[in-house]
């Protein structure tokens, strides 16, 4: 893959992740009820900061940096727009909404700083060497979340158990999930090793 064909595929995926961002707004609206407690568990955007650097790894680990980095940003950018939009204060206007919405995300934009940068590296480490140790280390956030969660949540308390289960769903999903993709990768690339190996045999 060329440079320039790596930097389209990071700013495709920061696309995506702004489109997703503001999708996941949307779908949260004003926060309420079981979708708005969703809204605010982690490991759903720690995944898509691995994601980011999976998908941009071509042995350039930095790129992949860049790329969690990017996409953690952009998707929280993304969120926060919708969320301007839908929230009004009497004649305020929209840009003084927006620079007030980015203001109550401010905690999640530092951690970004160092979720986003840390988790594309651990895509770009699960693409290059297709170990199973950083997926199910990401399965296993999921797991914990939900542990911290049916045990010491005070927001949306009435909604703490249902929103546990499904997040032990997704984790143990996207861990099997992975695992089967890592082994299928694995076995193709077992296969391109074989094949270069009787190509590069003398006849």
Known sequence: ???????QRVLAVGVIALVLGALDSLIKGDGAGLVGALSQTAAPWILLAFLAGAAT???RIV?????GFGATILALIGFYFVNSLIFRFGSVSWLSRFHYSLGAGKMYFELALFSGPLFGAFGAWWKKN????PVVALGLLFLFEALARAT???IFAQYADPVAAIEVFVGVLWT?????TTR????????QKVHSTKVLEPS
Do not use: E, G, K, P
């Open 63 to 67: 790129l992949s940096v860049v790329a």
């Open 176 to 180: 099997v999930l992975a695992f089967y």
């Open 152 to 154: 010491q949540s005070n």
């Open 184 to 191: 299928m990768l694995r076995q193709r690339a077992d296969l």
């Open 130 to 133: 297709l170990s199973m140790a």
């Open 57 to 59: 790894s071509d042995r």
């Open 1 to 7: 893959m060329t440079t320039s064909q790596q930097i």
